[in-house]
């Protein structure tokens, strides 16, 4: 991104489709005919049982700098990739247009109007690769991340994939991680763009740049306090422990393993430690871990989970899937019918149906216009997206990160147990469209 | 990143531990020993027989940019991550250190070691993250690119994957692809920041919009001329490419077909162009391409694929797996020893063995220092680490975009033709560890 006196751009990341469109409807003058366009997905990754909304507030920030300033259009044009007059256009762009949508935090099943964008042609049409990088990236991470949390039933969750992910991905994982509930992150990026809380203590290196064990652990003690994590895998762990609660004693505050079969290896730090009278003492467990195998040491005594590359690939679903679909033209439903990939034209909201218990029973999605009514709410029902830009302003009350974190929470508790479980299976709720 | 008079900085896309271990160092009196750190992957992607390397000029654009600014002092210290002096380190931090790596474009193989980094440890440690992430990312990408490419057997491949990945990693995706032999991009700012030719002409959007498929082509070709690509499946292709080729005439560029069964597909569309007297109209294709379905497509009439997801997600191997070791301190050998994650110390180097008919033969990863011999090369070995950065300076000849595209394509040249299958196997050639 150039900066421009406004402050970055992030007006190039976009396909070179949008702009030949642009221009082609600038010269047959369809490009101010008023259209809706919608992102959804068609399906949720395979056997996965919902998705989440994540990403949505850096959508509104990223449309915000979406401005052509002279590098921009310098650009462009040298390229020649479109004509002066869409040149001329572009440098005056802003987004004028509506947009609603799913907070972040919400569920998301196959065909959930996931957002709506309400603008001329020209307006909206331009926006489509920059919505569907960011819904799809951060989606899919915290769909994953919500797994794990759910995996993980309450204990620390420690988001530390950077190094696995493209640099700028990575601080997005951590916000999406965040939002999914976990605890903290090792990027410290994501600690000043998000204000996410960030961890970390000591890697391998550490232990070997020093000449013995207990000389670096010695130095992490004076530097962090006795309330550090020690890694305690370099050499031998039985070993190392014992090193760790004589160099620190009992009130050590933690140990890392971050290799090897880690769930025996946590029993016997466990036992070894509480022999050791550092009861206190906790077990954290890193090295990739999954949301299968939190899982499975759910019953052994670990306080703490490091989660790294399963989190910022998304667990074997690394994008949403999400598309960006004109569905709506001067007030008539289009869509495209030549094939499976077929889309429901109309502009569409849609509504989350509840049993009296609150757990969720339905997603109805129906057709927003004349004459087109809302179906009626019951006591737990509620309709799901909210407005996120009026005439190209931020709309009141879109959720703080923290807002919606709690939103996912409770979210997650009306989910049928079945669509809880990590088995594949169907979604958690049908979709069903009016 | 935040600006700072120097330019963006690049310093928080960081680990935390990584300042604490530095913290700690500078405490005690070891960060200022000598140090090797070494950039390898102890395994390829299931299944995979070669990986590309990818991501070193811009690794070197963001050592260049590691600074910390007032912006990240004063994060850093509002965040309580390290203590006074190390901040005051930090501040003046600049790399003075020496790093020799694979160039980019060359095949690496399990234990190859791809980057050496040599500084004293507080320079090395703090580039674990920043490496990591940019080689991890545009490896992966541009070792499933070439995949394809070969698969693809001479035949135009445009990226078109930015809506599927976070929208930075798109722009770092249409790189990697480019360097692996795709012929062009979507992505605009992939054009700026790269100089990586950009194409691309029409969505489904396109037709909606307009009253009928007619209409739209006819606008499109009125604003890009008939050397445009229509797109033909909107409604029904054999009726969209009679349209096509009676609005554009037989000089009609190409048309593409996004969705459905590609293949039959193609050879009804050439059947079809070809009595229309379209015979020079080329037919791009798009629509969840990958590997396997374009070398599935090599017998059809394919001109040109669109490839998106599976090449932004790497494939199926969305992360390359390497890590960054210490593995030298003061010059002598250092390894983590209690699992299966063992590592060699030592500073190495590499060359890789070739048949006379040249054909490679093994990857020899042989210890460097004082009085270790380098093998001796046969007339089509090479010795494959180059300097890249020496006393933080980058070092001449490191290669150009274009000079790696090129360098890859000759690297594929001499891998064993059992090496170049998509089926799953071993590596194309063993690693030899001296």
Same mark, same amino acid.
């Given at each position: 991104m150039t900066s421009t006196e406004a402050g970055?751009?992030?007006?190039?990341?976009?396909?070179?489709y949008e702009l030949t469109m642009l221009a082609g409807a600038l010269r047959d003058g369809t490009a101010n005919r008023p259209c809706v366009f919608e992102v959804f997905a068609r399906?949720?990754?395979? =056997?996965?049982?919902y998705g989440v909304v994540a990403g949505t507030e850096r959508l509104l920030d990223a449309i915000r700098d979406f401005r052509f300033g002279p590098a921009e259009i310098d650009q462009l044009a040298r390229a020649s990739v479109v004509d002066e007059a869409t040149l001329s256009w572009l440098a005056d762009y802003r987004f004028t247009g509506d947009v609603d949508g799913y907070p972040e935090g919400e569920l998301y099943f196959p065909g959930s109007p996931i957002l709506t964008v309400r603008a001329s042609f020209a307006e909206g049409v331009v926006l489509e690769t920059l919505a569907l990088s960011i819904l799809n990236h951060d989606s899919a991470i915290a769909s994953a991340a919500a797994r794990m949390v759910g995996a993980a039933n309450g204990r620390r969750m420690i988001e530390m994939g950077s190094r696995r992910t493209h640099e700028e991905a990575a601080v997005a994982s951590a916000r999406a991680a965040y939002l999914a509930g976990f605890t903290a992150t090792s990027n410290l990026e994501a600690a000043r763009r998000h204000g996410i809380p960030t961890t970390g203590t000591c890697a391998h290196a550490y232990t070997l740049l020093h000449d013995s064990e207990a000389e670096a652990f010695r130095s992490q003690i004076e530097a962090l306090g006795v309330g550090t994590t020690l890694l305690v895998d370099t050499y031998d762990i039985t070993e190392g422990i014992r090193t760790a609660v004589e160099v620190? =004693?009992?009130?050590? =505050?933690a140990v890392r393993i971050d290799s090897g079969d880690v769930g025996p290896l946590a029993r016997q730090a466990r036992e070894q430690l509480d022999s050791l009278g550092?009861?206190?003492t906790r077990i954290v467990v890193s090295g990739d871990l999954d949301e299968y195998s939190i899982a499975a040491l759910r019953a052994e005594p670990v306080d703490a989970y490091g989660v790294g590359t399963s989190l910022v690939t998304g667990s074997g679903a690394p994008t949403a899937g999400m598309v960006y679909k004109l569905v709506e033209v001067a007030g008539r439903p289009v869509a495209k019918r030549s094939s499976h990939k077929e889309s429901r034209g109309g502009w569409k909201s849609a509504v989350r149906r509840h049993k009296d218990t609150g757990t969720a029973l339905e997603e109805v999605v129906f057709q927003v216009g004349d004459g087109r009514q809302q179906p009626e709410l019951g006591e737990h029902d509620r309709v799901l997206p909210i407005p996120l830009l009026r005439a190209g302003q931020r709309a009141d009350g879109v959720p703080t990160l923290e807002q919606s974190r709690d939103r996912l929470r409770s979210a997650l508790v009306s989910?049928?147990?079945?669509?809880?479980?990590?088995?594949? =299976?169907?979604?958690?709720i049908p979709t069903t469209f009016r």
């Open positions: 970055p751009s992030t007006a190039l990341l976009t396909d070179h399906r949720l990754p395979d =056997g996965r049982r620190a =004693g009992p009130e050590l =505050g550092a009861r206190n989910v049928p147990w079945e669509g809880l479980k990590l088995s594949h =299976g169907e979604p958690a």
